[in-house]
């Protein structure tokens, strides 16, 4: 299932990775060097701490090429892993950095917008059942993070089925919002090849991050149903090669989204199963309850996870939601609860 870096590189593209300070245990971010008309473009970046930057500029020499050959920067998703040198080399090359309109205000953040955020997050968090501990621990871990990207100031958008063209190859832009409400892959349907950041892993799921609207500090982008969607779109594509954010390349993408689908529905069996002997819960206690937290990152990937699989079990009508001394709790329905709990055993 995996495949060698070789398979792209006649279309000009080279895989580079950089190291994740804030998950070592975890598979290096990856982007992608390509050439361009005129000189090389990038699909993704890696973030600040020089390991990326210098594997960039290794490989920049190697083709006769530096930073001010960039020709632009394409973000994926709105993710620091994937964006946080994008400033440094906009402002090394003067290059355009284009990104989804759903994922632009990511990069753009100010200061001011990442205090707001922080602030809209330590409000929010207490309501999933976060007790005041775990939420400073997200105000460090957030703050930390914020630290390994710069905000991009000149932002150039990507439209819905736009089409980009590099020297040997194109690619369409085909929004995926799950992940990331902006989230977008690359599809070079010539060559069937899928540049599919953190949409498809190919040994991980993706994790539906909570994401909550800049104005109201509600969450209201619903990242697994979402999620879900924007596979049965990728999946309708005929990708013989599969280029993701993490991970080696791999083909057989459709195996890949079989078995995406088959771990999302252990995980619902599995909060479900918890929910039936809590009662009702919220999502922090029933997280805790189905699964292990263990970092701050980890539980909060593992809340967003759980809260995303809420969302999806409430939109099949198998839980409901309410409002319990400000926190929001769920409980299964009655009618429904036998009934999926009947439907999920051949998966738990």
Not at 150 to 160: F, I
């Amino acid at each position: 299932m995996q495949l060698h870096d070789s398979l792209i590189e006649p279309l000009g593209v080279s895989r580079l990775t950089a190291p994740l300070p804030f998950a070592p245990e975890a598979e290096p971010v990856n982007f992608y060097l390509a050439d361009d008309s005129q000189g090389v473009a990038l699909i993704d970046t890696g973030l600040i701490p020089d390991d990326g930057l210098d594997r960039l500029v290794h490989e920049l020499r190697r083709r006769g090429y530096g930073l001010s050959n960039i020709t632009r920067v394409i973000v994926t998703h709105g993710h620091l892993d994937h964006f946080g040198l994008a400033r440094r080399i906009q402002d090394a090359a003067g290059c355009p950095v284009l990104v989804s309109p759903g994922d632009l205000p990511k990069l753009g953040a100010t200061e001011h917008d990442v205090r707001r955020s922080v602030e809209m997050y330590s409000q929010y968090l207490p309501r999933m059942g976060c007790h005041a501990d775990a939420v400073e621990d997200m105000r460090q871990f957030y703050h930390a993070m914020n630290a390994l990207g710069e905000a991009v100031g000149d932002l150039t958008p990507l439209r819905d089925g736009e089409i980009l063209q590099f020297r040997r190859f194109s690619v369409e832009v085909i929004p995926c919002p799950g992940h990331t409400s902006g989230l977008v892959c690359l599809y070079d349907r010539e060559h069937g090849v899928l540049f599919s950041n953190d949409h498809l892993l190919l040994d991980s799921s993706p994790n539906p991050f909570v994401e909550l609207d800049t104005e109201s500090g509600e969450k209201r982008f619903r990242s697994l149903p979402e999620y879900l969607r924007s596979l049965d779109r990728v999946e309708q594509l005929d990708a013989r090669i599969t280029a993701p954010g993490h991970g080696p390349l791999f083909r057989d993408h459709r195996r890949v989204i079989a078995l995406l689908r088959r771990f999302h529905q252990r995980r619902q069996f599995k909060i479900m199963s918890a929910l039936d002997g809590l009662g009702c819960a919220d999502a922090q206690t029933i997280a805790r309850a189905a699964f292990s937290p263990t970092t701050p990152f980890g539980n909060f990937m593992l809340l967003s996870e759980v809260i995303g699989g809420l969302e999806l079990l409430e939109q099949d009508g198998r839980v409901r939601r309410g409002l319990h001394n400000g926190r929001e709790v769920y409980e299964s329905c009655p009618d429904n609860a036998r009934i999926a709990a009947a439907r999920h055993t051949n998966v738990a």
